[in-house]
C-alpha cells in the first residue's frame, strides 16, 4: 500500500484539485518522479539538439535523462519493498496511525543514492547532486508542507552549487537557485501552487542564460543543461497535479552550448609549497560545518580540499604536522581513514630507510577507453579500463566498479573527457566511505591520458602521481579531427557531416576532407606551440568508417603527406608517430608535445 | 696497518680518484662476437662506442673469472687487509668471483691478508661512492671492517638514476628487472630508470627526450640531503655537462662530477644513456 491513503487529506494523489494545505507524501514524491522522468525523456532529442557544440558525443539531454531514470527506478523498487514489508502489520492497524517512519525522506533519500551512482555527464552530475539536496532537506520527514518544499528546492540548489568548483551564473546552475526563489512567501499557498511558480521562475531563467553567459550570447542560444532543469521542474509539477504529460515542447530555434556553461576546471593543484606531508582523513558527524573544519585547518597548510556534508566530510591537506591537523578534525567528529604521506619518503625507501608506520598503498590507474587501439594503450602503460561505450560517458557507478577490480588501494582515475570529469569525481565521493580513494586527473581526452600516464611515475604517492599527470595533460596540445553532428553558423559555418578540426575543445577550421583538415590542424598546432620546441607529434587514426572512400588512407601515406605539405615539420625536426587509436566519430586525434 | 682497496671497471671512478687513493680496479669483460676485450685495459672507452654504433652483433658482458680476483689479491699481499667492493650480485656474478676468489685464499691459509668483500647493490657511480667512502675512511686511518661499513652505508645511501633511449639493450642483456612492465607500447617512449636494492626499475615514461631529461634533473635536485652528485652518459657529453651545469647552478654546495659509463654499463644501457648517481649524506 502507499503512504497517500495515511495522509491527513483524503485527496486522492491523483486529484487535480489538491486543496491547499495538502502534505506531499512519498506517493506524490515516487508519481513526480516518474513523471519527470518520462517528461525529460520525451524531452532529451529536443535538448541535445539545442547543443551549439557539434561534436558527437556526450549530450545533455540524454545525459539527465538517464540520471533521472536511474532515480525513478529506484523509487519504484523502494515502494515495492516498503509495500510489502507494511501490509501485514498495517491491515489491522486503525487508519490514523502514526506512520513509523519517515517515507517520504527514505524514498527521496532513495532516489538520491541512485541518481548519484547512475549520473551521466556533467549535467546528470550536477542533476545527481541537486536531487541530493531535496532528498538532504527532506530526511527524516513522512511528508512535506509547503515550507518545507521551498527549504527542499533552497538546500537542492546549495548542493548543485557545491559539486562545482567554480559555479557560474547562466546554467543548470541558476535555474536551481530561481526555482529556490519560490520561496519566503510559499507558505502561504499550496504545494501545488508553490511548485508552479518555481517552474516559471525556472523558465524565465532558461530565458535569461544568454544575458550571464556571454558565449550563448555570442551564438544567441539558451544553456542546454539550464533548459534540462527547467523539464525536470516541469514534470514534477505535472506528476503532481496529476497534468497530462501532452507532446513534448520543441525547443526549436533555441539552442544552447552545455560545455561553455560546464566545463569544470582542470585541478588547480601547484606544487607541494613547502610542506612535508600529504594528510587525508575522513570524518564522520551529525551537523559537520565544512566551513568551521576548513577555518580550523587552514593555518595548519596549504593545498586544503574539505568536501562533503554534515554527516561525511573528507579531508586532504598538505602539512608538516600531520597529528595536529588529525586532533584539528577530531574535534568535529568521528576521525577515520587517516593517512599520511611523507612526500619526501619515497627517496628514502629507495636507499632503504622505509618510514615507519607509513600507510601501505598500491597505486592503479583506470581510464576510460573508447576504441580498441587506445584500450591498448592505456593498457601498455599500465591502466585498466572503463569501457567508454559509444559516448564515451560512464556513470560513476562503472567507474566505481571498475576501480574496485583494478586490485589497487589508490586508483588514479582518468575521465578523458570533459563531460565525464564530474562523474569520475563523483565515483571520487562516493568511495570516500569505502576502503578505495579515487585520484581523479582531469583530462580531457584521450591523447591527454596518453601523456598522462606516461607521466605516472610509479615510485611516488598517489596524490603526487595526480599532481604531475595532471601538470603533464594540461601541458599537452591536443586537437581533433572529427564530423560535424549538426549545422551551426558559429564560430565558423559547418554542414551535417562536414569535416572540422579542433583545437583543444575549439573549433578552428572546416574542410572537405579529414585529411584536409588534418594538414591545416597540424599547422596551426605548430603555431600554437609559438616558439616552444615541438619534438613530437602524435596522430591516433580512428575507426575505419567504410562509407568515405578517403578513409582508407594508409597510416604510412599520412607520415609522408604531412611532411609534403608542411615543411616546419622537417625543419623543427619534429618527429611524427602515427597509431591505430580505433576511436568513433574522430578519423583522427592529435597530441604535439 | 695497511688496507688495500679493490673495486672493479663498472664503478666509472675519475682516473684521479683511483690513483690518489691507489685503487686496485678488476676489469669486467666486453665481448664483441668471438673477440673479448678487458673492460679498460684492451678496450677504452672511446673506441667501445664507436664500435657499439657499429657492431651489427650486440656486445656481451662477462664477470670476471676467480683467478682475476685471486691474482689481484696475492698482489696485495703486502697488505694488512683488502676491501673489495663490487657491482652488485643482482646485475652481474662479479661479486660471487669474489668471494669464491677470497674464500679460497683464506682456505689455502697462507699469509695473504684477510679480504671482506662488499656487494654494493650498486653500478657506475652508485659504486664509485661506495668505494670513495672506503678509500676516504681507509685515510683516515679507519680499520677494513669500518671501510666495509663505510662503503656499505654509502652504497645504501645512493641512487642511481637513468634514462634510456630504448629497453631493447636492457632486455637482450637480460638486465631490465622490475622495468619489465614497461616493455611492449606500440608507442615511442623515453624510460626513466632506477637502479633500487639492485635492481632496474622504472619510474615513468615520457615520451620526449626532453621530457625525459627534465624528469631526470627533476629528479636529481629534488632528491634530499645530497653529498656529491655523479652525472653519467654513454655517447652524449654535450648533454651531461649541460646537466651538470644545471644541476650545479641548482646545487652550489654539491660537488657534482661527470663520467663516462664503462662499456660494460654501456652494453646493457644502450648508447644515449643519460644518468646520475647521488650520494645522500648520513
Redesign the interface.
Known amino acids: 500500500m502507499s503512504h497517500a491513503g495515511e495522509s491527513p487529506s483524503p485527496a486522492q494523489a491523483t486529484d487535480r484539485s489538491r486543496p491547499p494545505g495538502t502534505s506531499l507524501t512519498a506517493a506524490d514524491f515516487r508519481r513526480m518522479l516518474r513523471a519527470a522522468s518520462a517528461w525529460l525523456d520525451q524531452h532529451a532529442d529536443a535538448i541535445d539538439a539545442i547543443n551549439v557544440f557539434p561534436v558527437p558525443d556526450g549530450d545533455t539531454g540524454r545525459n539527465m535523462a538517464q540520471t533521472l531514470r536511474a532515480a525513478a527506478d529506484a523509487t519504484e523498487e523502494f515502494t515495492a519493498e516498503t509495500t510489502a514489508a507494511t501490509t501485514a502489520e498495517t491491515t489491522a492497524e486503525a487508519a490514523t496511525a502514526q506512520p513509523p517512519d519517515a517515507p517520504l525522506g527514505d524514498l527521496a533519500r532513495r532516489a538520491a543514492d541512485a541518481a548519484l551512482l547512475g549520473a551521466r555527464g556533467n549535467s546528470g552530475v550536477i542533476l545527481s547532486q541537486w536531487l541530493r539536496g531535496l532528498a538532504l532537506a527532506l530526511a527524516g520527514h513522512a511528508q512535506a508542507e509547503t515550507a518545507l518544499l521551498a527549504d527542499t528546492l533552497a538546500r537542492a540548489s546549495d548542493s548543485a552549487y557545491a559539486s562545482i568548483e567554480k559555479p557560474r551564473e547562466g546554467t543548470i546552475l541558476s535555474v536551481a537557485r530561481a526555482a529556490a526563489d519560490c520561496g519566503p512567501h510559499a507558505s502561504h499557498f499550496s504545494i501545488a501552487a508553490a511548485l508552479r511558480a518555481a517552474v516559471e521562475r525556472a523558465e524565465i531563467a532558461v530565458a535569461r542564460t544568454p544575458q550571464q553567459m556571454p558565449l550563448l550570447a555570442q551564438a544567441g542560444v539558451v544553456d542546454s543543461g539550464a533548459q534540462g532543469l527547467a523539464v525536470v521542474l516541469a514534470g514534477l509539477e505535472r506528476g503532481l497535479s496529476g497534468a497530462d504529460l501532452g507532446p513534448a515542447a520543441n525547443f526549436g530555434q533555441i539552442r544552447s552550448d552545455w560545455l561553455a556553461g560546464a566545463t569544470p576546471h582542470a585541478h588547480s593543484h601547484g606544487s607541494y609549497g613547502s610542506y612535508g606531508f600529504c594528510t587525508e582523513f575522513v570524518l564522520r558527524g551529525e551537523t559537520l560545518s565544512l566551513q568551521r573544519i576548513r577555518a580550523a585547518l587552514d593555518p595548519l597548510g596549504d593545498s586544503m580540499i574539505v568536501a562533503g556534508d554534515e554527516h561525511l566530510a573528507r579531508v586532504h591537506l598538505h602539512t608538516d604536522t600531520p597529528q595536529a591537523a588529525f586532533d584539528a578534525g577530531r574535534r568535529f567528529g568521528a576521525i577515520d581513514r587517516c593517512t599520511t604521506d611523507d612526500m619526501?619518503a619515497r627517496?628514502?625507501q629507495?636507499?632503504?630507510?622505509r618510514t615507519p608506520g607509513a600507510p601501505v598503498i598500491t597505486v592503479a590507474a583506470i581510464a576510460v577507453a573508447s576504441g580498441d587501439g587506445f584500450a591498448?594503450?592505456f593498457r601498455?602503460?599500465?591502466a585498466s579500463i572503463v569501457a567508454g561505450g559509444p559516448t564515451l560517458n560512464p556513470s560513476p557507478a562503472e567507474i566505481l566498479a571498475a576501480a574496485r577490480a583494478s586490485g589497487g588501494t589508490d586508483i588514479l582515475v582518468l575521465p578523458n573527457d570533459p563531460n565525464v570529469i564530474a562523474a569520475a569525481r563523483q565515483a571520487a565521493t562516493l568511495a570516500a566511505d569505502s576502503s578505495l580513494t579515487l585520484h581523479v586527473v582531469p583530462t580531457q581526452s584521450q591523447p591527454a591520458a596518453?601523456?598522462a600516464?606516461?607521466?605516472?611515475?610509479?615510485?611516488a604517492a598517489p596524490r603526487e602521481s595526480s599532481h604531475r599527470m595532471t601538470r603533464a595533460a594540461v601541458a599537452l596540445l591536443t586537437g581533433a579531427i572529427t564530423h560535424a553532428a549538426r549545422p551551426i553558423d558559429k564560430p565558423l559555418p559547418l554542414r551535417r557531416g562536414q569535416p572540422f578540426a579542433m583545437l583543444g575543445r575549439e573549433i578552428v577550421a572546416a574542410a572537405q576532407s579529414p585529411q584536409a583538415a588534418l594538414v591545416d590542424l597540424v599547422a596551426r598546432m605548430l603555431v600554437a606551440r609559438g616558439n616552444d620546441?615541438a619534438?613530437?607529434l602524435?596522430i591516433y587514426t580512428g575507426q575505419i568508417d567504410p562509407s568515405p572512400p578517403s578513409a582508407a588512407t594508409p597510416p604510412v601515406d599520412l607520415h609522408t603527406s604531412l611532411t609534403a605539405a608542411i615543411p616546419a615539420l622537417a625543419e623543427r625536426g619534429v618527429?611524427i608517430?602515427v597509431?591505430i587509436g580505433g576511436q568513433p566519430h574522430y578519423p583522427f586525434l592529435l597530441s604535439l608535445? | 696497518m695497511t688496507v688495500r682497496l679493490v673495486t672493479d671497471s663498472t664503478a666509472d671512478l675519475d682516473p684521479s680518484d683511483i690513483d690518489r687513493y691507489g685503487i686496485t680496479i678488476v676489469p669486467l669483460n666486453i665481448h664483441f662476437g668471438a673477440d673479448v676485450y678487458r673492460d679498460g685495459v684492451d678496450l677504452g672507452k672511446d673506441q667501445f662506442y664507436a664500435r657499439l654504433g657499429e657492431s651489427a652483433v650486440l656486445p656481451r658482458t662477462s664477470q670476471p673469472g676467480v683467478s682475476d680476483f685471486q691474482a689481484v689479491y696475492e698482489s696485495l699481499a703486502h697488505a694488512d687487509a683488502i676491501v673489495s667492493v663490487h657491482i652488485g650480485g643482482k646485475l652481474s656474478g662479479t661479486i660471487n668471483a669474489a668471494q669464491t676468489a677470497a674464500k679460497l685464499l683464506t682456505e689455502r691459509d697462507d699469509a695473504t691478508p684477510p679480504v671482506i668483500v662488499v656487494d654494493s647493490d650498486q653500478a657506475s657511480m652508485g659504486l664509485g661512492f661506495a668505494t670513495l667512502a672506503a678509500a676516504e675512511a681507509i685515510a683516515q686511518g679507519a680499520s677494513a671492517q669500518d671501510a666495509a661499513a663505510a662503503a656499505q652505508s654509502a652504497a645504501r645511501r645512493s641512487r642511481v638514476l637513468l634514462i634510456v633511449d630504448t629497453l631493447e639493450y636492457l632486455q637482450k642483456g637480460g638486465r631490465i628487472g622490475r622495468a619489465r612492465a614497461f616493455l611492449g607500447t606500440l608507442l615511442r617512449t623515453k624510460p626513466v630508470l632506477e637502479l633500487a636494492a639492485g635492481e632496474i626499475q622504472g619510474i615513468e615514461r615520457p615520451r620526449t627526450r626532453q621530457k625525459a631529461v627534465e624528469r631526470l634533473f627533476e629528479l636529481i635536485v629534488r632528491t634530499p640531503k645530497p653529498r656529491r652528485i655523479g652525472i653519467l652518459h654513454g655517447t652524449t657529453p654535450a648533454e651531461a655537462e649541460a646537466l651538470a651545469t644545471r644541476v650545479r647552478d641548482a646545487l652550489p654546495n654539491v660537488p657534482v662530477t661527470v663520467h663516462r659509463c664503462s662499456p660494460v654499463i654501456g652494453v646493457h644501457t644502450g648508447p644515449a644513456a643519460l644518468g646520475a648517481a647521488i650520494e645522500r649524506a648520513p
Open positions: 619526501d627517496h628514502q629507495l636507499v632503504g630507510e591498448q594503450l601498455d602503460f599500465g596518453v601523456a600516464l606516461a607521466a605516472w611515475d610509479r615510485t620546441s619534438e613530437l602524435t618527429e608517430e597509431v608535445e
